[in-house]
């Protein structure tokens, strides 16, 4: 009989779960505080753990990362109003199978969620992200970042929530976007992108919201927008850090009050389109720099999320060079020296720059001959090699991707060493060298952080070391390096 934990401080949701999961013979233990959890945990043992966010003496997310360190095989649920649901979605990275909205509208569609968690079908629902993801010909690879991050787009797919996807050019965030409108409950409606940076300024917001006849000249018909398209289902703004300020205001008066207004029209129009907006630029910093608008940012990216680059996940190179095979029908194939050059680039335009290389190599290999070598490879990726790259600040907290670092490393060490080229330079082998060191290190350090809760004393008498050491490995400023 499975053990549910209910943590909540309004009595009506405790009582609720108590009927709901008693009468399916489930064993359920009611709590309302920090306190009541603590004890509930030290003494038993559960399946599933049901927490609010907001409790009168601590907050569901700290709860969610103990039960995390205790019982990592407990599932949970976070419940959340509609204000929270970014700190919701925040829970899911930290390990909650799921989130729910107070007050519960759909109860049959709560009690599936606690009955799928229960009999373990997340196992199956896995399976079927997978299945999409193929057959939307969107190439997952073994990337742990990029497997956490599709996990994640499946789970708020089926929210209705707005997400912003940022990453480089290239890097598949119109994909990933098709994706999630594949996956939400949306997908039998339209999925409508417009490049943002694409459009001037009152054709944009023609785009967007339509026009009415002699709105402006040149508008002899009146013009449905695309909001009024694709209501009900998805709207994709790619290069939403390209509208300019006036069409931003527009923009987040509709994502305010679900009203807009038709150019030149005085009829208040009512969408229900969901937004996905992607932006290559990091829109955090545009809002440092003025040329976006904060409040705007908030309403779009309630879920964020963040696609690596290529050469962040370069692991996965040959599968998608395979995809790519497979997808221009070709039975040629590339060497492992072909390979091994093509993951010491670094494929500033990312996967869409590896689908070109290809297209190109096997173009020029066709009827010559069936192992595509370097010699059918650009110049420049001849030429070009990657040092493994470092984590930035900013990713720091998310990656934890010691796998995907140390398999950078190899294969450029191995790359060097295979090279068989009579001069090499051994300073820069030394620069790895140092470099691994330095980020062995730090991986060690965020682990112990993660599990210590931030705790850095706690954290460096763990691992051995002083909290000046910590705090050097870390990268933190005007730390010395040595005592
Ligand atoms: N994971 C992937 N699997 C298979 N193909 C991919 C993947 N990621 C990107 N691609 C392919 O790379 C190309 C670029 O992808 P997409 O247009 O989604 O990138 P983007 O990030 O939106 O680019 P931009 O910033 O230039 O708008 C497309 O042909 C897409 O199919």
Redesign the pocket.
């Known amino acids: 009989m499975p053990n549910v934990l209910i943590i909540d401080d309004e009595r009506e949701v405790c009582t609720f779960f108590l009927h709901l999961l008693e009468g399916k013979g489930y064993c359920v233990k009611l709590g309302s505080n920090g306190k009541d959890f603590s004890a509930f945990i030290q003494q038993y043992s559960f399946d599933l753990a049901l927490i609010d966010v907001k409790l009168p003496d601590t907050n569901g997310l700290e709860l969610l990362k103990q039960l995390k360190a205790i019982q990592p095989s407990c599932k949970a649920i976070i419940m959340t109003g509609y204000s929270t649901v970014k700190t919701a979605v925040e829970a899911i990275k930290y390990g909650a199978s799921d989130y729910i909205e107070k007050p519960f509208d759909d109860i049959d569609e709560l009690e599936k969620t606690i009955e799928e968690l229960l009999d373990n079908k997340l196992h199956a629902s896995q399976h079927d992200m997978y299945k999409l993801a193929e057959a939307l010909?969107?190439?997952?690879?073994m990337n742990k970042e990029?497997n956490d991050l599709i996990k994640l787009a499946y789970k708020v797919a089926k929210k209705n929530v707005n997400v912003l996807i940022e990453?480089?050019?290239?890097?598949?965030?119109?994909?990933?976007a098709r994706f999630i409108h594949q996956a939400s409950m949306r997908y039998d409606q339209p999925f409508i992108g417009i490049?943002c940076g694409a459009l001037s300024e009152t054709l944009l917001e023609s785009e967007l919201f339509g026009h009415e006849k002699g709105a402006f000249t040149g508008a002899l018909k009146e013009k449905k927008g695309i909001f009024e398209i694709a209501n009900r289902g998805t709207l994709f703004l790619?290069?939403i850090g390209e509208a300019s300020l006036m069409t931003q205001v527009k923009l987040l008066r509709v994502l305010e009050t679900g009203e807009y207004l038709r150019v030149g029209g005085e009829t208040v129009r009512r969408t229900n389109a969901r937004i996905i907006a992607?932006s290559?630029v990091n829109l955090s910093q545009a809002v440092k720099e003025k040329t976006f608008r904060e409040d705007l940012l908030y309403r779009l990216d309630v879920v964020k999320l963040t696609?690596p680059p290529l050469r962040e996940r370069i692991e996965d190179l040959p599968v998608?060079v395979e995809?790519?095979l497979k997808k221009l029908n070709c039975a040629l194939s590339f060497s492992d020296d072909a390979i091994l050059q093509m993951k010491q680039y670094r494929w500033p335009g990312?996967?869409?720059e590896?689908?070109n290389v290809v297209k190109r190599a096997v173009t020029l290999a066709e009827g010559e001959t069936t192992i595509i070598t370097p010699d059918y490879l650009p110049e420049k990726i001849k030429t070009e090699t990657n040092i493994p790259s470092v984590p930035s600040d900013e990713t720091k907290e998310k990656e934890m991707n010691l796998p995907s670092y140390l398999t950078n490393w190899t294969n450029y060490i191995l790359s060097l060493w295979e090279k068989n080229e009579r001069r090499l330079d051994l300073p820069r082998v030394f620069d790895a060298v140092k470099d691994l060191e330095a980020q062995i290190g730090r991986f060690f350090v965020l682990k112990a952080l993660k599990e210590t809760l931030g705790d850095k004393k706690e954290a460096a008498e763990r691992l051995n070391i002083t909290v000046r050491q910590l705090r050097y490995l870390l990268k933190e400023k005007g730390t010395a390096a040595k005592e």
């Open positions: 010909g969107f190439v997952v690879g990029m990453g480089e050019t290239g890097t598949g965030k119109e994909l990933l490049n790619d290069e992607a290559h696609i998608l995809h790519f990312n996967v869409r590896l689908f």
